[in-house]
Each structure stands twice: as structure tokens, then as C-alpha cells.
């Protein structure tokens, strides 16, 4: 089985109004964060003793502000310790305003093979809105550079912003196309507690979030993709065909995965476990030779509320065998009896093994893993697909 490896650089520039990923504005302890990056590798080199590594992946934070030393000495240190694939899917995040041309030109001549871009807008007001540390010439600019050195692009969009006309929303997406971006990642403005925006809307300083206009972007989103020949196979992951993630598609296919970092969580053999958020705890644990997580071990129900939830948002749908055999009939019925009202509503539907093989043929880019019916969202079921999800759960 293979196994995908996540390396949190948990740096930003300036706080953006809606995120609250963990992160610091200031750099002071980034030479003792890598340091200790390295070190944890090292620490948890036996964790996957008998896996292969097919993905690597620097998140954050912001990871384009290392250099490009940094990011070798990391990849060197999975090489070291790790068995990696020959040709391993290895994703840097960055933001426009860091990828200069220089910096552009030595990452193309790194290991690193595929670029997730956090554009989020290529309108000037909405970045400001954000409070983006990039601006809208930037963004374009680095996708003119980065497009001629790297095939595998992905950028980040973010829609159901307030005030945003659907005649902008397509303007957004039609920039993109303009690139010949291969896989675009495109999330609704969300409100989480206890950051800028949450606070700038209950102070009346912002507009609330309206779900009507997130929806309407969504849909269009989902029309304006396919004509550009991009496949829906995560309800907010869009790639054209051989140009999906395969280190996120391991998280929703269950594959193991090893959290690097301050906040990394990891996921291994029915166990989940997850650093500590602070940069300073971290480092001193890892200093003394000690991993500050805390760990969980799923129980069957966990397992089977994350695989619904996980499959509901994919192309690849819920395996009513897989169901079965794996949870048992209880499971199975419980499955059945929860979905009928969405069946009825046609917010999901059943696909039996031969209608899932068409599809796939139509396509020509699918493979049918798994026998039986699968239970999926229907067009109109996907942006609900989280509520739904909720009312299937085991609890």
C-alpha cells in the first residue's frame, strides 16, 4: 500500500481575514522549525516502515517562504528515511507575491513537480477584502512565469464572497482557463470561529455570508469546468483528466499519512493523532526527542461516519459491499434506511456496477475498484453533501 507524507511550514506573512489553519507572522524560530522538521522525519522513520511514500506535500502556513534549500533539505531527509516511489507527486503551496521569476526558475530545477497556487482572486478588491499579501498583477504574473516551467498547476479560487456578481465570479474562472490551469481547487467563503471576518461580520463591518449566492457560484462553477474539460471528482477539486491530487486523493481513499510539524495530523492503521498548534511547544518536544500529539484510536463507527462522509464528496461514491463487508450487515441497513429520504428527494442515488462502468468508459479515465452499487450525490445533492453526510452517521 502506498502512503503520502504532509510537511506543515506553519509561516505567513500577514493573517488572511478567514483562515485559521496555524500559522505565525513571525519568522524568529523558522531555523529551529526546520531543524526539528528534519529531526521528527527522522524521529518517525519506522512509522511507515513497510510502505511506499507516493506523495509529498508542503501545506500551511505559507511554504513558498522557505528557500529553495529548505524545501531540498526536507525532501533529502524523505529520501533518507523513507521508501519513495520513483516518481512521487510532490506539491509545494505558494502564494503569487513569493513566486518571483527567480524563485519560479530554482523550483522548476527542484524536486518538486506540482505547484498549488493561492491566487483566491485575480480582482484587486476582493484580495484586499481578504487581506491577501498578494495583488491581482501578481497573480497573473506568476502564473504567465509558472506555466512555462511546471505542467502540474493547481490554484486555489474562492467564491460566495459577498457582493461578488456571478458576471465576476465568470470572469475569475475564465482568467483561469486563459492559463491552461489543469486543476483548480475553489472553496465558498466560510466564517470560522474566532477570526477577522467573524469578527468584522458580527461588527457589522462585513456582509454576512449569503448561501444563496455561494450556491449560485457553485453551480456555475460546476457548468463552466466541465465545458472546460475538467472532471468533478471532489465536490471542491476539479482536475482534467491525469491531473488530480493524488496526495488529497489518498486522504479520501483512506491511504496512510504521515503529519510532519506543528498541527500535521497523521492517519495509520485505525489510529489518528495530531501535533500540538504552537510553534514553541513543538520545538521543544521535538528537541528532547518527544512527539507532542495526541492520539486516537478510531472506533468502528468513527470509521465508518469518516468513509461516508469521505465517499459522499468523491466521484468514487460510498461501496455499499465495502459497507458490508467491512462494518457488517448492522452498517449496511442502517446506510439504507438513513439514505432513503435523499434517494427520494434525489439528492443522492444508487449506481449499480454496470452503470458506474459506462460513466467510467464515457470518460475514459476512470477505473471501477470496487463491486457492487455505490451510493453518490446527484448534481443537486453536492453542495449539501456535508449536511448529508451528518444524517447518515453512526452515531
Not at 500500500?1 to 496555524?22: E, L, S, V
Not at 465517499?311 to 467491512?326: A, C, D, K, P, Y
Request: proline share 3%.
Amino acid at each position: 500500500m502506498g502512503a503520502a507524507i504532509y510537511i506543515h511550514i506553519p509561516f505567513c506573512k500577514q493573517a488572511c481575514f478567514y483562515c485559521d489553519f496555524h500559522f505565525s507572522t513571525s519568522l524568529k524560530k523558522k531555523v529551529d522549525l526546520i531543524q526539528c522538521l528534519v529531526k521528527e522525519l527522522e524521529l518517525r522513520k519506522n512509522t511507515l516502515k513497510n510502505l511506499t511514500i507516493e506523495t509529498i506535500y508542503f501545506g500551511g502556513g505559507t511554504p513558498s517562504l522557505l528557500t529553495v534549500e529548505d524545501i531540498q533539505l526536507l525532501i533529502d531527509t524523505v529520501y533518507k528515511n523513507y521508501h519513495v516511489v520513483e516518481n512521487p507527486e510532490i506539491t509545494l503551496e505558494a502564494n503569487p507575491d513569493d513566486l518571483s521569476d527567480a524563485v519560479i526558475l530554482q523550483l522548476a530545477k527542484s524536486p518538486i513537480n506540482r505547484l498549488s497556487i493561492g491566487i483566491q482572486s485575480f480582482f484587486e478588491d476582493d484580495l484586499k477584502s481578504m487581506n491577501r499579501a498578494h495583488n491581482a498583477e501578481e497573480a497573473k504574473h506568476c502564473l504567465e512565469e509558472a506555466t512555462k516551467y511546471f505542467d502540474n498547476i493547481t490554484i486555489d479560487l474562492i467564491y460566495g464572497i459577498p457582493n461578488m456578481s456571478l458576471e465576476k465570479w465568470n470572469d475569475n474562472l475564465d482568467i483561469a482557463f486563459g492559463f491552461g490551469i489543469n486543476h483548480i481547487s475553489s472553496y465558498a467563503l466560510t466564517v470560522e470561529p474566532k477570526t477577522a471576518l467573524d469578527t468584522f461580520i458580527n461588527k457589522g463591518i462585513y456582509p454576512p455570508i449569503d448561501e444563496s449566492l455561494a450556491l449560485q457560484h457553485f453551480n456555475h462553477l460546476v457548468e463552466k469546468t466541465e465545458e472546460n474539460g475538467f472532471v468533478h471528482y471532489e465536490i471542491s477539486n476539479f482536475g482534467k483528466p491525469n491531473y488530480f491530487s493524488k496526495h488529497n486523493t489518498s486522504y479520501w481513499q483512506g491511504k496512510p499519512y504521515l503529519g510532519i510539524g506543528p498541527s500535521a495530523h497523521s492517519f495509520y492503521n485505525s489510529t489518528r493523532s495530531w501535533h500540538v498548534s504552537n510553534n514553541s511547544k513543538y520545538i521543544q518536544a521535538i528537541q528532547n526527542n518527544e512527539l507532542p500529539n495526541t492520539v486516537e484510536i478510531l472506533s468502528k463507527n468513527d470509521r465508518f461516519n469518516e468513509y461516508v462522509m469521505t465517499g459522499l464528496r468523491t466521484i468514487w461514491g460510498v461501496s455499499l459491499n465495502r459497507i458490508e463487508n467491512e462494518f457488517g450487515t448492522e452498517f449496511l441497513q442502517h446506510l439504507k434506511k438513513y439514505s432513503n429520504k435523499f434517494l427520494k428527494e434525489e439528492l443522492l442515488i444508487i449506481l449499480n456496477e454496470k452503470e458506474q462502468i459506462t460513466h467510467n468508459k464515457k470518460d475514459s479515465i476512470f477505473e471501477v475498484s470496487v463491486k457492487g452499487d455505490i451510493l453518490k450525490t446527484t448534481q443537486k445533492g453536492k453542495f449539501l453533501v456535508d449536511g448529508i453526510a451528518s444524517e447518515l452517521f453512526m452515531i
